[in-house]
């Protein structure tokens, strides 16, 4: 379970909370959490401890099921009573049928469902003493970096993926409520902004960029009004799963001008038009290569990050091999890479032409060996400069602080080991000097 105990109140009734998934889940327990804070219950660090335990899920990839499926037995084991929520309480039935004994099921995002779920089974104890919450909410991650939801659900049916069905169609937040949630995270001390949504680019589609206020302007409920607002922060912000689309590139000089992290998490998946065409994403890797190309002239000092999808079904050798030259050709500076795994409920199972599962294998490795010289080259070309990093942890008896580069996001990315003269803490920025790189990581010197 994950250590709660710094926000463990006095009294009350005595809430377990296993968070799993990915940051957008992360998000939905910090806000259940705070609920559950707000109506006096206590957050406890362990299954014994508690009166009952709440498991947040994932349902992504089959794993992501098996892991969330052990966590409901060992919740269950471990304490016996068991409110389930997240992506895969929306396969509610799977759920039942493995675990009968567990006390409600709800879905993603599902906040009321939960809060009243815990009612029937925990009714709350009033205390006004416990409904003083931090303005910001409690939040999982650090003090100094907080993730900033700005929407639900995805317009998009990628046919590998199965989050529209679970998670519905697009919902935005409104702009002003996001950049004023924004505004008091760093007043709280957040010093790293995480902008996540499903499909961040889409951003206030829903709404037909509907204007709201903030700081006594009128800002729309669109992505570049978005980054302006939060390049007002003053703090790094940082932007996740954000598709090319054409109005993107209308935020890369914000990130020449130092107001966003010259940083893009684009989630490219494939290279090969076919490919990309059976898995229903729009793009061209033709157009994202001259489009690559011209965020670099802008921003010569862009961090791009993506990820892909090995052995999806109909891939052929040739295809692949358009997917190494995209990534020869990009010199992405990050890549995560997976092997396709069927989803229950996704369109692409239907597919024909599934791959071996050695031949998946075979290409997964061959793609990580390629992108390891790319990405070891990208931070070589590191060594020697000054860059600006934020501290994330301190290991005094190794008097090592462990920072990230604004090129380096929380838990995904590589990290900096800062070696030399503290005393270090965690959120604060630092001047160093890179001393030394591998394929993943750097070295550093504080200046
Ligand atoms: S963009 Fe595609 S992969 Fe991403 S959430 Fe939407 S449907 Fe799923």
Redesign the pocket.
């Known amino acids: 379970m994950k250590d709660l105990s710094n926000q463990v109140a006095a009294s009350g009734p005595r809430v377990g909370f296993v968070s799993l998934g990915c940051p957008k889940a992360l998000v939905d327990s910090e806000r259940i959490m705070t609920r559950l804070r707000a109506e006096g219950y206590r957050l406890v660090p362990r299954y014994d401890q508690a009166d009952l335990v709440v498991v947040n899920t994932c349902g992504f990839i089959e794993e992501a099921v098996a892991e969330s499926l052990e966590a409901i037995g060992e919740a269950l084991d471990e304490n016996g009573k068991v409110i389930v929520t997240g992506c895969l309480g929306e396969r509610a039935e799977t759920i039942r049928q493995r675990f009968p004994q567990v006390l409600e099921v709800s879905g993603a995002h599902d906040y009321e469902g939960v809060m009243e779920a815990v009612h029937r089974h925990l009714p709350p104890a009033h205390d006004p003493f416990l409904d003083l919450l931090p303005a910001e909410g409690i939040k999982l991650t650090p003090r100094h970096y907080a993730y900033l939801k700005i929407s639900e659900g995805?317009n998009?049916?990628?046919t590998f993926?199965i989050?529209?069905s679970m998670r519905g169609k697009l919902v935005s937040r409104p702009v002003g409520e996001v950049l004023a949630e924004a505004e008091r995270l760093v007043v709280a001390g957040v010093r790293e902004l995480l902008v996540i949504a499903?499909?961040t680019s889409a951003y206030g589609v829903d709404l037909g960029y509907r204007d709201s206020g903030w700081r006594g302007r009128r800002w729309r409920t669109h992505l570049t009004d978005l980054a302006t607002g939060l390049g007002e922060l003053g703090v790094w912000v940082r932007m996740h799963y954000v598709?090319p689309y054409p109005h993107v590139d209308d935020i890369i000089p914000l990130m020449a001008e130092g107001k966003l992290l010259p940083y893009l998490d684009i989630?490219l998946q494939h290279a090969s038009g076919r490919i990309l065409k059976q898995m229903k994403r729009p793009a061209d890797s033709e157009d994202t290569l001259e489009r690559i190309r011209r965020w670099r002239e802008i921003c010569p000092d862009i961090t791009l990050r993506s990820t892909f999808i090995v052995g999806f079904p109909g891939e052929t050798e040739a295809d692949f091999e358009q997917l190494l030259d995209f990534l020869r050709e990009a010199r992405l500076d990050r890549v995560g890479a997976f092997k396709y795994s069927p989803v229950e409920g996704a369109e692409a199972n239907a597919l024909a032409g599934h791959v071996a599962e050695a031949e998946k294998e075979e290409r997964l490795a061959r793609l990580m060996e390629l992108q390891a010289d790319i990405s070891a080259a990208r931070l070589r070309e590191k060594v020697g400069r000054v860059e600006k990093v934020l501290i994330d942890h301190v290991e005094p008896e190794a008097g090592v602080a462990i920072a990230r580069t604004r090129g380096d996001a929380p838990e995904i990315d590589g990290v900096v080991q800062v070696e030399g003269a503290g005393p270090f803490r965690p959120g604060q920025f630092l001047q160093v000097r890179v001393t030394g790189a591998d394929e993943h990581d750097l070295w550093a010197r504080p200046l």
Do not use: L
Request: aromatic share 10%.
């Open positions: 995805c998009h049916r990628c993926c989050i529209p499903q499909d598709y989630p």
